[in-house]
DNA sequence: CGGAATCCGCGCTGATACTG
DNA sequence: CAGTATCAGCGCGGATTCCG
């Protein structure tokens, strides 16, 4: 099993590194600005394992409630949703409402900002699709 | 330390899930086919710390060689950056020429494949530097 | 210069149990 | 139904050392 599968790990204080200036050349597009950039800021939160799914399955309904996400997702923990989906909410792409009912009944949706990420994620799931198999099968040949 | 914060961790065999078929609606781009979808397979790798950050490094410059990389991204380890880069490589999107040279001289670039991945990669970015300010505010805000 | 190899700690993840 | 709480484990990532 070697490196590079997925995923993280340990995070100490890595990110002290503010971003490093990144020094972009004629191309711009600074990143730097101040204190922090928004490759580490924002996209970060996509690398999670879960986000980008549950905006994915969001963006088809205006609404789903909490079961309805877990299932449409499937093999996801519950305890993953939540956090992902608290994560979201955090961050202003998706609102909670909560309805004093018994049962609960809670609902999700994107919100405007959830809504103007899409269209990039379509994006990448777009290639992601095309490619896929180009990608597969290369990984397999590479030694 | 709450969660959500960053990363991954374990990771055993939660891929399993095969995608789960994810039922996509009349929205329709079924995911599922066959065996993997493209988010899994495909966006999981540039969920991990670095890949997003070398591949916008590298399409600023033709090619570049290991430690020009290495500086340009800063706080990026040497193992971290040779997997990463190695990765990339296995995936197609990046390739490696070793010059039999002494001292020895490696260029990176990124291949046709790459490229086509980076307008995707330059639209989340440009949505990342124009939205990070209210999101970050808005993480502050949320309790 | 451009790695490879090793060790190891941290914290995310998943499982399980419980609740209003 | 929609969570919360707790816990243990494992794998990622960093640091270090060595090499051609």
Known sequence: MQYGTRGFGTYPEVTKGECQENRMKENSEVFSMSESCP????????GDKWSILVL?????EEKMRFNELHKAIGDISQKMLTVTLRTL???????????????????????????????????LVKWAKDNQ?????KRKQYA
């Open 89 to 123: 909410e955090a961050d202003g792409l998706v609102s909670r409402e909560v309805f004093p009912e018994i049962p609960p009944r809670v609902e999700y949706r994107l919100t405007l900002l959830g809504k103007s990420l899409m269209p990039h994620i379509h994006g």
């Open 133 to 137: 198999e180009v990608i597969v099968s």
């Open 56 to 60: 994915l399955v969001l963006s088809d």
């Open 39 to 46: 490759i580490r800021n924002v996209l970060d939160r996509f």
